[in-house]
């Protein structure tokens, strides 16, 4: 009794607020927009009886995937936010591995410090560490300001509203996520090893890419999911610093809902949305298990 | 062998740059006298006290503040029982939903469970406010909170609690007495998660919150998307400093605490 008490909440709630929306997320994909509150119909009419039912189901349909399908915006936002999280993703494993890989050979005592650096920004409000970019960025922005200073440019550059300002704004948002499990890789990792190799003749460069590299592989797996996944459906970001260039998915189901109230089609777009997200979870989900057991 | 290379050096001087510089210059400005946020026009705090009196942003941050201690108090709850039900309930009807239920919300994108939620809330006509958010954040919070605990729960020796049953005790007393205090530590930390994430979240709370009720977030989003301002400078000054604090504190109180132990059981082994 009392362990039913105890599963019973949370998978009641869970089952409320997080099941029961995504069907009717799923439900509103298969109806029509109609101008009526809510703007889409049909709606489901028990007052009919089995007839009204019948009539609900033969109601909805495909019509909205199509359109997703006819409308180049939308398959363009999915490719571009694909494009956008691969290439960002490599960035950060660029801009991230030298970091983790500093900080697994510093002294003992500095690494506490150096974690809490890493983690600090993660605390810190997302939203802010977007928006500290725009200042920099900005065409009459710091960046600009020192760079035609010290005379590298004689033109401002224009970053702001770019995809280049999206990449800037993902790496450093997500960096965290990099640096960690690939520091928790490292760390594990047995010195002697490197020993061993560079006493058998091994060059530091050499020995790095045959020892270092391949022993490090599940943290960068790890980091590279950590930060592709959420990539994909990103939106404060683009709609910061991207501009009107930058097409995300995440954006462009935000507009569609709030701009446009095409609440059909929004919802379409986040079933596809999440239809492509879960090859990237499954993969991850496996290799997080294969980790497991490779530990035990 | 671990040594400190002039490569390591140079790597973890830039990295910490990039990672800290945007917040340093974000927080100067803050102090900028001028208008203008891009030129510097000399030292003063008149930008904080605009902040201290707009009013509308006063009363977004105590929004912001209830929706968090609220929803992360529930989720502190909820997700505990979850990580119990993960850890320890064995096989029931339904447990694969109920895991998959735990583990999807995390990597849901933000914009599809507020999207999600909303729908939910119009679809059983209930006035969007305080309360929606608060129902959201608690949803997505209580998943991380789980994960937390549940990876403390994993290492839990059981036989302490068995031990606290075969000398008298209730299970629920046992929980109480034996389990809550070790496992203190996760909780406490799933609850500081679920704090911040509710403090940080834009997008759900967008979603969730209709026209009556604003949080902080959405207040800020509003501002910047017309370009930097000082005010909004000076309200991230203030964020970044609250967070540094709590971070800074909480980790020297966890070192204190782990020194104490150790001398604690060095005192026992002697003893």
Not at chain 1, 101 to 123: C, E, S
Not at chain 1, 211 to 232: D, Q, Y
Not at chain 2, 55 to 75: G, R, Y
Request: aromatic letters at 12%; one cysteine or more.
């Amino acid at each position: 009794m009392r362990r039913f008490a105890l599963i019973f909440l949370p998978y009641a709630w869970l089952l409320a607020l997080f099941l029961v929306p995504f069907l009717i997320v799923l439900k509103i994909s298969l109806s029509d927009i109609a101008t009526a509150i809510p703007p889409y119909t049909p709606t489901l009419d028990f007052s009919q009886g089995w007839q009204g039912i019948r009539a609900f189901f033969s109601a909805l349909d495909f019509e909205n995937f199509a359109f997703l399908r006819t409308d180049d915006l939308y398959w363009k936002s999915y490719v571009s936010s694909l494009q956008i999280a691969a290439l960002s993703t490599l960035l950060t494993l660029l801009v991230g591995y030298p970091i983790a890989y500093g900080m697994a050979n510093a002294p003992d005592h500095w690494r506490p410090t150096l974690m809490m650096l890493v983690i600090l920004p993660f605390w810190t409000s997302f939203l802010i560490r977007v928006y500290s970019w725009m200042g920099i960025l900005s065409t009459e922005g710091y960046l600009n300001q020192v760079l035609l200073k010290i005379g590298v440019i004689s033109e401002p550059l224009i970053i702001l509203n770019t995809p280049t300002a999206v990449y800037i704004g993902i790496v450093y948002t997500y960096l965290p996520f990099m640096i960690l499990p690939i520091y928790s890789a490292l760390e594990r990792m047995d010195g002697s090893l490197l020993e061993a190799a560079e006493d058998l003749g091994c060059s530091r460069i050499k020995a790095f890419w045959l020892i270092t590299v391949p022993l490090s592989k599940s943290g960068i797996i790890a980091g590279c999911f950590l930060v592709f996944i959420p990539v994909i459906g990103e939106f404060v970001i683009p709609s910061l610093l991207g501009g009107s260039q930058t097409l995300m998915i995440g954006k462009v189901l935000w507009e569609e809902f709030f701009n446009n109230r095409d609440w059909p089609v929004a919802s379409a777009v986040a079933v596809v949305l999440l239809l492509i997200l879960i090859i990237p979870i499954v993969l991850f989900q496996r290799n997080e298990q294969k980790q497991r057991e490779a530990e035990e | 062998m671990r040594r400190l290379t002039w490569f390591n050096a140079t790597s973890l001087t830039l990295g910490f740059a990039f990672l800290y510089l945007p917040m340093i210059i974000l927080i100067t400005y803050s102090f900028n006298e001028s208008k203008l946020v891009t030129v510097w026009a000399g030292f003063s705090t008149k930008w904080y006290g605009e902040l201290l009196r707009n009013q509308s942003f006063l009363d977004a941050a105590w929004v912001t503040v209830k929706v968090a201690i609220a929803s992360s108090t529930i989720a502190t709850i909820l997700g505990t029982m979850a990580a119990l039900v993960l850890v320890r309930a064995g096989r029931f009807y339904g447990r694969t939903l109920f895991s998959g239920m735990i583990y999807a919300p995390l990597v849901m994108p933000e914009v599809i469970t507020g999207l999600s939620l909303l729908l939910l809330f119009i679809g059983i006509g209930m006035d969007r406010g305080i309360f929606t958010i608060i129902l959201a954040h608690t949803t997505f919070s209580m998943c991380f909170v789980s994960v937390v605990v549940s990876s403390r729960l994993v290492t839990f020796d059981r036989s302490l609690e068995e031990a606290a049953l075969d000398l008298g005790c209730s299970p629920f007393d046992a929980f109480r007495l034996v389990t809550l205090p070790i496992i203190a530590p996760a909780v406490i930390s799933g609850w500081l998660l679920a704090f911040t994430l509710s403090l940080d979240d834009l997008v759900i709370a967008s979603f969730t919150a209709g026209p009556s009720a604003t949080t902080l977030p959405i207040k800020i989003w509003s501002a910047v998307r017309l370009g930097v301002s000082p005010e909004i400078n000076a309200l991230s000054t203030i964020m970044i400093g609250i967070v540094a604090v709590g971070v800074i504190s909480a980790s020297l109180i966890t070192k204190r605490a782990s020194l104490r132990q150790q001398a604690d059981e060095r005192a026992a082994v002697h003893a």
